[in-house]
């Protein structure tokens, strides 16, 4: 893996703006396989995880009722996992720089949710290994060393204004970074900027060019749509023609640009 040079502040979380985090993707994915970024199409986050970073990936019951979709363990560790067989809480332990996912993201049904999730971990192991160091964790308020991370850290948009804590912007830039690496700003804008992909919504989908949009990101890089549509947010698209702003059709409703952090 090439070497980000990151920046820390005393707390030990990076000092990242969003387009950082874009210029980090883009150099990784250059690094790992650059056609992602010329032929758009899906990440093979396994591949990515085990290949290129090093790391393990590991499959257990992380809660009752897959409350905790995913961890990253940092250092050798006990971890809490839950027994379907007894129906309560039991330890497991896990060795360093493993990617947990919860098994009740196994489905093909929740494949769009695995891979985020694989993603937002790995996104912890590169920027968060500092934060998350043993002495750290032992000294501040006995913190654990690994992630515990829900389905509101993982999808969703990252609300401007809202983030106080270190928490709160490791979580933030574990998200940003997740979506971005899911959907390469190159490859979104390849397909954004296509003429015949643009032909087509115009001629077949009026009304409804923004959905057709999200529909066909989603079905090209394996995300949900609501995932697609927020990226095209982050990223500024689409931007409206004259004949578009002149006209009462609102690209993306209520959803505004993520300023940059």
């Known amino acids: 893996m090439i070497d980000l040079r990151l920046r820390f502040g005393t707390n030990k979380v990076p000092v ?58 940092f250092h ?38 695995y891979r985020s999730t694989v993603m937002h971990e790995c996104a912890h192991w590169i920027y968060h ?16 060393p690994y992630t515990s991370c829900n389905m509101k850290n993982i999808i969703g948009r ?10 709160d912007w490791i979580e933030h830039q574990a998200k940003y970074f997740s979506a971005a690496i899911l959907m390469p700003r190159k490859a979104v804008l390849k397909i954004y900027q296509e003429p015949f992909v643009n032909q087509y919504i115009q001629e077949n989908c009026r009304g409804r060019e923004n959905d057709e949009l999200v529909r066909l990101l989603a079905k090209t890089f394996h995300v949900s749509q609501e995932s697609a549509r927020i990226r095209l947010v982050s990223l500024g698209l689409p931007k409206k023609t004259k004949k578009q702003k002149d006209s009462s059709f609102n690209w993306f409703g209520n959803y505004e640009q993520e300023p940059e952090f």
Not at 20 to 28: K, Q
Request: charged share 25%.
């Open 16 to 73: 990242l703006s969003n387009g950082e985090i874009e210029n980090h993707v883009d150099a990784l994915i250059a690094d790992y396989n650059p056609d992602l970024l010329v032929r758009p199409k899906a990440l093979d986050v396994d591949d990515f995880t085990e290949n290129y970073l090093g790391l393990r990936l590991h499959y257990t019951y992380l809660s009752h009722k897959g409350f905790i979709w995913g961890r990253m363990v």
């Open 76 to 113: 050798n560790a006990m971890i809490l996992v839950y027994n379907p067989d007894t129906g309560k809480a039991d330890e497991e332990p896990v060795e360093k720089n493993t990617v947990i996912v919860d098994n009740t993201l196994l489905s093909g049904k929740r494949d769009n949710a």
């Open 129 to 144: 290994g500092r934060y998350y160091s043993i002495d750290r964790c032992q000294y501040i308020n006995q913190r654990q």
């Open 158 to 167: 990252s609300v401007p204004g809202m983030l106080y804590t270190d928490y």
